[in-house]
């Protein structure tokens, strides 16, 4: 049994006392420090909790890194799975064809993958043509915008712009001279409905840049300020000479009033919205080789099932020459309830008075280097906020790509073989299209030295599911019918063939 250590201390010194009266005094030693071991009960809690915290954090990244990459491949995959299987009927069915529409509409079982930004300046590598890999850098993050270098090689630049050429290019021109007054008789407006559609601050009064951006859409001419002024003096609808029209003045004017003085004074080119030519190529089968691996290329570059690729509009090529421009616009409007998109419309089986494009995404290509000038801009990528009436301030007009390009926030320069694409609508949450993007606004700076050649590819997608899986069963119903009218030809041809031989 162990005794307490204050006893064999009390011993020691009594043997030591003991010696000393028997012998003389030894000579004194230097005093030895005795180390006393600390307590590490809190440094081992201390140590303990930073590590719990430690292994937390790295498992939650883990399982967010693990979230990421399969939810995206899930979506990926079940997109592609859905569509590849069935890219020359363009069906609208889930993993089992089995599956059919019901009553209520068709069930949800197409995906649309989106590519993330990450940050401005980050590059990812992407895999588009066989043996090459290209860079893809994301430009801004609103809009989703990305530019992918070397996208089409020098020689397939050319071969793209000798076809628009061999097919001839149609004047660019976006000005509406007739139809407009069908369109109100339709609607059934008011000149107080009109006035309180186009007073934006709802202030009573419709103000210089209120006037203007609806012009500029109605009759596709760009009118200044200056032309405003000189437009109101020739109506005298201005009496008071404020700038500004109030109910009782605008209802004095006619609804195509803009249009009639204008056209009678004489319009320029440069007053044009859009100052360019323009033709269609088609991308289908039996189309230039070019064409049809440029369409397979933005397939993959998008990442979007194929037959939605294949079902929207044809490669769009434009030509500006010195002095073209196109000024700030977005390639599709936002969507309704009362709106019906271009391409579904029949399927739909609906009138509506409204038409957008619907085009979510835009994949443009620049098919030549330009001497000087040529940007295209996107005056608003990546503001805190978009105001329309911020737009037109002062003697600012962002939206003027002929005097005010420069102050644009984004301009990319054309380079030739280089592609750029962005989304022109945000993400609905669940795989699908949600509301338009309005920091895709964008247009093509004058050319001041030079021709700029530059080739669009839109993909065409409804935000109304439903509208898109009908239009896309509709397209498969006729292609099935056309291939069986064919083969129905075929055999009566084999069969009086045959019969001939006879």
Same mark, same amino acid.
């Given at each position: 049994?162990?005794?307490?250590?204050?006893?064999?201390?009390?011993?020691?010194?009594?043997?030591?006392?003991?010696?000393?009266?028997?012998?003389?005094?030894?000579?004194?030693?230097?005093?030895?420090?005795?180390?006393?071991?600390?307590?590490?009960?809190?440094?081992?809690?201390?140590?303990?909790?930073?590590?719990?915290?430690?292994?937390?954090?790295?498992?939650?990244?883990?399982?967010?890194?693990?979230?990421?990459?399969?939810?995206?491949?899930?979506?990926?995959?079940?997109?592609?799975?859905?569509?590849?299987?069935?890219?020359?009927?363009?069906?609208?069915?889930?993993?089992?064809?089995?599956?059919?529409?019901?009553?209520?509409?068709?069930?949800?079982?197409?995906?649309?993958?989106?590519?993330?930004?990450?940050?401005?300046?980050?590059?990812?590598?992407?895999?588009?043509?066989?043996?090459?890999?290209?860079?893809?850098?994301?430009?801004?993050?609103?809009?989703?915008?990305?530019?992918?270098?070397?996208?089409?090689?020098?020689?397939?630049?050319?071969?793209?712009?000798?076809?628009?050429?061999?097919?001839?290019?149609?004047?660019?021109?976006?000005?509406?001279?007739?139809?407009?007054?069908?369109?109100?008789?339709?609607?059934?407006?008011?000149?107080?409905?009109?006035?309180?559609?186009?007073?934006?601050?709802?202030?009573?009064?419709?103000?210089?840049?209120?006037?203007?951006?609806?012009?500029?859409?109605?009759?596709?001419?760009?009118?200044?300020?200056?032309?405003?002024?000189?437009?109101?003096?020739?109506?005298?609808?201005?009496?008071?000479?404020?700038?500004?029209?109030?109910?009782?003045?605008?209802?004095?004017?006619?609804?195509?009033?803009?249009?009639?003085?204008?056209?009678?004074?004489?319009?320029?080119?440069?007053?044009?919205?859009?100052?360019?030519?323009?033709?269609?190529? #088609?991308?289908?089968?039996?189309?230039?080789?070019?064409?049809?691996?440029?369409?397979?290329?933005?397939?993959?570059?998008?990442?979007?099932?194929?037959? *939605?690729?294949?079902?929207?509009?044809? *490669?769009?090529?434009?030509?500006?020459?010195?002095?073209?421009?196109?000024?700030?616009?977005?390639?599709?409007?936002?969507?309704?309830?009362?709106?019906?998109?271009?391409?579904?419309?029949?399927?739909?089986?609906?009138?509506?008075?409204?038409?957008?494009?619907?085009? #979510?995404?835009?994949?443009?290509?620049?098919?030549?280097?330009?001497?000087?000038?040529?940007?295209?801009?996107?005056?608003?990528?990546?503001?805190?906020?978009?105001?329309?009436?911020?737009?037109?301030?002062?003697?600012?007009?962002?939206?003027?790509?002929?005097?005010?390009?420069?102050?644009?926030?984004?301009?990319?320069?054309?380079?030739?073989?280089?592609?750029?694409?962005?989304?022109?609508?945000?993400?609905?949450?669940?795989?699908?299209?949600?509301?338009?993007?309005?920091?895709?606004?964008?247009?093509?700076?004058?050319?001041?030295?030079?021709?700029?050649?530059?080739?669009?590819?839109?993909?065409?997608?409804?935000?109304?599911?439903?509208?898109?899986?009908?239009?896309?069963?509709?397209?498969?119903?006729?292609?099935?019918?056309?291939?069986?009218?064919?083969?129905?030809?075929?055999?009566?041809?084999?069969?009086?063939?045959?019969?001939?031989?006879?």
């Amino acid at each position: 049994m162990m005794e307490p250590q204050d006893n064999i201390e009390e011993d020691d010194t009594a043997s030591s006392a003991s010696a000393s009266s028997s012998s003389p005094p030894p000579r004194s030693l230097p005093r030895q420090r005795v180390s006393l071991q600390k307590s590490s009960v809190c440094s081992r809690s201390y140590f303990m909790v930073v590590m719990v915290f430690f292994h937390v954090y790295i498992i939650n990244v883990i399982a967010l890194l693990l979230y990421v990459h399969y939810n995206n491949g899930s979506n990926t995959s079940t997109a592609n799975r859905d569509f590849t299987n069935r890219d020359n009927s363009h069906k609208v069915t889930g993993p089992s064809d089995a599956q059919t529409p019901s009553d209520s509409g068709f069930p949800r079982n197409m995906y649309l993958p989106r590519i993330e930004g990450i940050r401005v300046g980050h590059v990812q590598k992407v895999s588009l043509v066989p043996g090459k890999v290209h860079e893809m850098k994301t430009l801004s993050l609103k809009p989703l915008l990305f530019e992918i270098p070397g996208f089409l090689s020098e020689e397939e630049c050319g071969v793209v712009v000798r076809l628009a050429q061999l097919k001839g290019l149609m004047e660019s021109q976006v000005m509406v001279p007739e139809g407009q007054e069908e369109l109100d008789q339709q609607l059934n407006l008011s000149p107080e409905e009109i006035f309180n559609f186009l007073d934006l601050n709802q202030d009573g009064q419709l103000q210089p840049h209120e006037i203007l951006t609806h012009s500029r859409v109605r009759d596709g001419i760009w009118l200044t300020s200056e032309n405003l002024k000189e437009i109101y003096d020739g109506l005298k609808v201005d009496q008071d000479g404020n700038g500004l029209l109030s109910l009782e003045e605008f209802g004095r004017l006619r609804s195509d009033a803009f249009q009639h003085f204008l056209l009678q004074r004489g319009v320029e080119r440069s007053q044009l919205v859009r100052n360019s030519r323009h033709t269609w190529l #088609y991308q289908g089968q039996g189309a230039h080789q070019v064409l049809q691996d440029l369409r397979k290329r933005v397939t993959r570059l998008t990442r979007l099932p194929s037959s *939605l690729v294949e079902l929207s509009e044809p *490669l769009q090529v434009v030509r500006y020459e010195q002095g073209g421009h196109y000024h700030a616009h977005h390639d599709s409007g936002p969507v309704y309830p009362e709106t019906a998109c271009t391409h579904t419309r029949l399927a739909a089986n609906t009138t509506s008075p409204f038409q957008t494009s619907c085009r #979510y995404i835009t994949v443009l290509f620049y098919l030549s280097n330009v001497e000087e000038g040529g940007e295209t801009t996107f005056p608003v990528a990546d503001n805190r906020t978009y105001e329309e009436a911020s737009l037109i301030q002062n003697d600012v007009d962002l939206l003027d790509t002929r005097k005010h390009c420069d102050k644009g926030n984004l301009r990319v320069k054309p380079i030739k073989g280089t592609a750029v694409f962005w989304y022109n609508y945000l993400s609905d949450g669940r795989g699908w299209v949600g509301e338009q993007d309005e920091y895709s606004l964008h247009g093509g700076c004058v050319v001041t030295r030079g021709t700029k050649w530059v080739a669009n590819n839109w993909i065409n997608v409804d935000p109304d599911y439903q509208r898109q899986a009908r239009y896309q069963q509709f397209v498969s119903q006729q292609e099935t019918q056309e291939q069986e009218e064919l083969i129905s030809e075929l055999n009566s041809d084999q069969h009086i063939e045959t019969h001939q031989d006879l």
